[in-house]
């Protein structure tokens, strides 16, 4: 099978706990996050979180990829932006704003590149 390009969106992330999971591996799939950019809606400062749950280790194996990072007022913070992040089956890519909806996100991922 072929590899694919998908983009992963999130529009007004949560700021409850758990966040807002933007993607999600496929069973049997290995895949690659290649971009993750945060965008603040808001003409204030807010933070944003990014975890990423190692699913072979657990459901609570959760962690952080950037905690807390200020993203400032109409701005945006490019958590990947060059290095790679691989993605086993079962893992999950999840944001968390510091307020709510005032936030969105876009992962550039590339899918089953394991076939």
Known sequence: MANDFKNAIAQNVSNAAGGTTIYTTPATKTSIM?????????????????????SSVGASAWRYLVKNAPVPAGGSLMVIAGQKIVL????????TS??????????AILEDVNS
């Open 34 to 54: 290649l971009e993750l950019d945060i965008a603040n809606t808001t003409q204030n400062v807010v933070e944003a979180s990014v975890e990423i749950l190692d």
């Open 88 to 95: 086993e089956a079962g893992d999950k890519v999840r944001v």
């Open 98 to 107: 510091s307020a709510a909806s005032v936030m969105d996100a876009v992962a």
